[in-house]
């Protein structure tokens, strides 16, 4: 049986916005105890064997510890690697590892920014985001008994890994030419001199948005395209907004607790095969929600949509799928035999 | 939102000047040219200059103990001629060769640091209230380390800055270690802000190598509380590259800190990525980072070279006894 991955950012859920917005500090203990419960839905499923990135606080040794004599088939390890960060670079070494190993997913808890790094390196191998960050769009919010449940179902055969995953679309940065960065959900250009605190949280800042998704349901800066009225995008789409002075003027909650009132003065859809340039010049490129990208002075940045984005498990349709297939009964009457 | 400009070349220079004063500091603890102790800041000097650069004058301030707060008051705008004297005994040092590193700056509203690990709570929360009383803006900026939060002392005065919600700054500068004692062994929680959370207070964990990111983080907190927001809690992750103070081991536990160890946190050393976060973002040039560096360098001599021909004080009796609580 192929192994599962775990990644959990220990940094998630606790940057500025906690203070400039009402962000929840999302504690690594809680981190660790949903872990805890999804390796011990794994256990309950036949699943032999979970890997944890290791990180400078330990968790997946707590986890280690809290699991100790309660695991009946499950054996659980901290991934080795050659050396720790303390950064990004721990999560795209661990998802690389973690490919090595053939893992049939990995969990990758923390926000959109942490799944946009794991999704750097993941490849084919499905990713299952559990949201444990700031602003959640691309990650699900599913109490993690059940993201072990749906892990171990795709693991253990029970549903086919083509059945429960899809493939999500990514937005690529390129300056001068060069491909640069990835982004799941939002691309922003902002009006910054650095990356600071990272997180994005002036709404004066941003002049121009790509997005690989339009939902009122979203919060963060991709809530700027959800609450445009009557704006949807298709699946070989993405927006591209802009603001400034002058425009519609639009209320989007772009972090937990702050609406911001923003001047949209154009938007568009784009397709797939079209590339879109940055106007802006001498400014940051944030990617989901983070500052990380310096367009200098006669750079020209280029975004575009592409549908190489990571394989994503959609946690409720496996979870239907193995319920569909009697995956929980024991001796399932034909009665109650399914399709 | 994020610091302009200027304000990032204020704290580069502000973060290499710190780091020159700090090298300065242990080689000259070293030669027996300082009295008391020295608990060096290298490697942990971003959260102070970070949070202090952009206070303003009638701001109040208890700095950390480790780099005897050198990195938080000069960011501040003390004189550091005075600093140096007092850490070498002179008549001319801020006070008057008497205090060694339990420095005061109070026309700079600098008070502490005290030799009480989590002492520095009790008195904030008096100046909070304070300054919460007085309704002229200002804040109070509270250092401490991630010993300070395992006394007893931090927790009635996080408790107290919350209920009556208190114009304070709570700064962790947590670097994992309370002399040789991990942080991990001591306390439940790897985050400190997390009991600040359970107390109500709005919490934050940085990046404490990445000044730029402290900077930003604390200047929305000193924000909010002028604005009368009441306490945040800002808990710096950062690293200590050398002992607790000259004179000790270096240990993790019982064992001695692995080279390997020190190789990996060097590539964190605040100053190197601060540089690489200038240049690349096209904020200074080489050139004007090489002479940041010579003016910081001229500035340390100069200080030492007005400690060396400063006079020791030699007091009368009724002189020692005119700066103490109970003459006799």
Redo the contacts between chains.
């Keep these: 049986m192929r192994p599962i991955g775990i990644i959990a950012n220990?940094?998630s859920g606790?940057?500025?916005r906690?203070?400039?917005a009402s962000g929840t500090?999302f504690?690594?203990?809680e981190k660790i105890n949903i872990i805890v419960r999804a390796i011990l839905a794994m256990d309950a499923m036949g699943v032999e064997r979970v890997v944890i990135m290791p990180d400078p606080?330990?968790m997946a040794e707590r986890v280690i510890k809290k699991l100790r004599s309660r695991l009946s088939t499950t054996c659980v390890e901290v991934l080795e690697l050659p050396?720790?960060?303390?950064t990004w670079q721990d999560t795209v070494q661990s998802v690389g590892a973690m490919r090595d190993l053939d893992c049939a997913s990995v969990v990758v808890m923390g926000g959109d920014g942490t799944s946009r790094v794991a999704a750097k390196a993941s490849d084919d191998m499905p990713l299952i985001p559990v949201s444990t960050g700031t602003n959640n769009v691309f990650p699900q919010l599913v109490e993690g008994t059940l993201v072990g449940l749906a892990a171990a179902a795709v693991a253990t055969g029970a549903v086919a890994s083509g059945a429960a995953c899809a493939r999500a679309p990514r937005l690529e940065l390129s300056i001068d030419g060069e491909f640069r960065d990835i982004a799941l959900v939002d691309l922003a250009v902002?009006d910054?001199?650095?990356?600071?605190?990272?997180a994005?949280?002036?709404p004066?800042?941003i002049k121009e948005i790509f997005l690989t998704c339009v939902s009122a349901s979203n919060i963060g800066l991709s809530a700027i395209g959800g609450f445009l009225p009557g704006v949807e995008i298709g699946e070989d789409e993405m927006l591209h907004v802009t603001l400034g002075d002058g425009g519609l003027e639009v209320m989007a909650p772009i972090a937990p607790g702050l609406l911001s009132r923003l001047s949209v003065t154009s938007y568009e859809k784009v397709r797939s095969c079209e590339v879109v340039r940055v106007s802006n010049r001498s400014a940051?490129v944030a990617l989901d929600g983070e500052?990380e990208i310096?367009i200098?002075?006669g750079q020209d940045a280029d975004i575009r949509l592409s549908r190489r984005g990571p394989v994503v498990v959609n946690i409720h349709k496996a979870l239907r799928l193995a319920v569909a297939s009697g995956n929980y009964c024991r001796d399932l009457p034909q009665s109650f035999a399914v399709a | 939102m994020s610091l302009t400009k200027e304000q990032m070349i204020t704290l580069y220079t502000n973060l290499v000047r710190a780091d020159r004063f700090g090298k300065m500091m242990y080689s000259r603890m070293m030669q027996g040219k300082l009295i008391g102790f020295y608990h060096p800041a290298d490697g942990a000097i971003a959260p102070g200059v970070g949070a202090c650069s952009f206070l303003n004058d009638d701001d109040i301030l208890f700095p950390h103990h480790r780099g005897h707060g050198i990195t938080h008051m000069l960011s501040k705008g003390i004189d550091v001629q005075p600093y140096i004297a007092e850490h070498a005994g002179k008549a001319t040092g801020c006070c008057r060769g008497r205090a060694a590193w339990h420095y005061a700056f109070p026309e700079h509203n600098v008070y502490g640091t005290t030799a009480y690990i989590g002492h520095n709570f009790v008195p904030v929360t008096g100046f909070g209230w304070a300054a919460k009383r007085n309704a002229k803006g200002q804040v109070v900026m509270n250092c401490f380390g991630d010993g300070a939060m395992g006394t007893g002392r931090a927790h009635e005065g996080l408790l107290m800055s919350s209920i009556w919600d208190l114009p304070i700054v709570h700064l962790c500068e947590n670097n994992g270690f309370a002399i040789f004692a991990e942080a991990e062994e001591m306390h439940p929680t790897e985050d400190m802000a997390t009991v600040a959370q359970g107390l109500d207070i709005p919490s934050v964990v940085i990046d404490g190598q990445d000044v730029f990111a402290v900077a930003e983080a604390v200047n929305a907190a000193v924000d909010s509380a002028r604005s009368g927001g009441g306490p945040t809690f800002i808990e710096a992750k950062t690293l200590r590259f050398k002992e607790h103070d000259i004179g000790n081991r270096d240990l993790r536990g019982w064992k001695p800190r692995p080279q390997e160890e020190y190789d990996e946190m060097h590539k964190r050393d605040p100053v190197l990525l601060a540089t690489e976060r200038v240049l690349e973002d096209k904020i200074l040039t080489q050139s004007v980072i090489d002479k940041i560096h010579q003016d910081a360098e001229a500035e340390v001599d100069a200080a030492v070279q007005f400690a060396d021909e400063s006079p020791i004080e030699s007091p009368t009796e009724e002189e020692l006894l005119a700066d103490v609580y109970a003459p006799r």
Excluded: C, E, F
């Excluded at chain 1, 050396?83 to 303390?86: E, F, H, T, V």
């Excluded at chain 1, 910054?192 to 990272?198: D, I, L, P, S, V």
């Design positions: 220990p940094a606790k940057d500025i906690r203070l400039v500090v504690s690594n203990q606080s330990h050396y720790l960060l303390g902002v910054a001199a650095n990356t600071a605190a990272r994005v949280w002036d004066l800042a940051m500052r310096a200098l002075d």
